[in-house]
């Protein structure tokens, strides 16, 4: 049987807003995401805008998710994320954007970015993403001349979530964003896990949310396969 393969898109920016706030990809949406997967059999690669070591943020020590990703092979491959030029994301099964606050200077309006999620859409792939990874869709504009999100169910770090985290470095408001390209958003009270499946569009609210994803592209990938 054919292992499936996903492809995380994280970001490079390592500073975000005019005080030049600490950020990167949110360590847990990429370990919970991927410890779900892994126990899958399902494998993963990263890749990034600029390839290389991306930089991280939201560690906490006392999770063993984290902490068993911090010490796996699949973060050392992680360390030397391939350049998202030179990746083919028709190759994969699955795209999935971690958030963090990085993919607001990055990743929102790439794009490059952008040319991956409607070639993965176009190609029947699994699209996904967590917490402010959902920004990778903004812009993103199907052949029939529809923005991707319009009509479709999907959630992200919520308007609620970001006017006690992060509202004065973040350069607009996701969830706003979102719905003003005919998104139909739904959300659950700040920091409680939530996840969306709307067909191959699966989505979660916020760091809480990662497993959830994790699990949805697990049984998604098996409707696929």
């Known amino acids: 049987m054919t292992v499936p393969y996903v492809l995380f898109?994280?970001?490079?920016?390592?500073?975000?807003?005019?005080?030049?706030?600490?950020?990167?990809f949110f360590?847990?949406?990429?370990a919970h995401p991927f410890a779900a997967l892994d126990r899958a059999g399902v494998a993963v690669e990263f890749a990034s805008p600029l390839g290389g070591t991306p930089?991280?943020?939201?560690?906490?020590?006392?999770?063993?998710?984290q902490t068993d990703f911090l010490d796996s092979k699949a973060y050392r491959r992680l360390s030397r994320s391939r350049k998202l030029s030179e990746v083919d994301v028709v190759d994969y099964d699955a795209?999935?954007?971690?958030?963090?606050?990085?993919?607001?200077?990055?990743?929102?309006?790439?794009?490059?970015?952008?040319?991956?999620?409607i070639?993965?859409?176009?190609?029947?792939?699994?699209?996904?993403?967590?917490?402010?990874?959902p920004s990778a869709f903004l812009g993103v504009t199907l052949d029939d001349g529809n923005p991707l999100v319009r009509g479709r169910?999907?959630?992200?770090?919520?308007?609620?979530?970001?006017?006690g985290y992060a509202r004065v470095d973040v350069?607009?408001?996701?969830?706003?964003?979102?719905?003003?390209?005919?998104a139909v958003f739904e959300a659950t009270d700040p920091w409680q896990p939530k996840a969306v499946v709307d067909g191959r569009l699966i989505t979660g609210q916020n760091p809480q949310s990662g497993t959830l994803v994790g699990e949805a592209l697990v049984d998604g990938l098996k409707a696929i396969a």
Not at 119 to 133: D, E, F, P, Q, R
Not at 153 to 163: G, K, N, V
């Open 27 to 30: 360590f847990p949406e990429i």
């Open 95 to 117: 795209v999935f954007f971690p958030g963090g606050l990085g993919p607001m200077v990055d990743i929102t309006g790439n794009r490059e970015v952008q040319n991956v999620v």
């Open 55 to 65: 930089p991280e943020d939201g560690f906490d020590g006392s999770d063993s998710e």
């Open 119 to 133: 070639n993965a859409w176009n190609a029947g792939l699994i699209v996904s993403a967590v917490c402010h990874g």
């Open 153 to 163: 169910r999907l959630t992200s770090f919520s308007t609620a979530e970001e006017d």
């Open 9 to 24: 898109i994280t970001t490079n920016a390592a500073v975000i807003g005019p005080n030049n706030r600490a950020t990167g």
């Open 171 to 182: 350069p607009f408001d996701l969830e706003t964003a979102l719905r003003g390209e005919g």
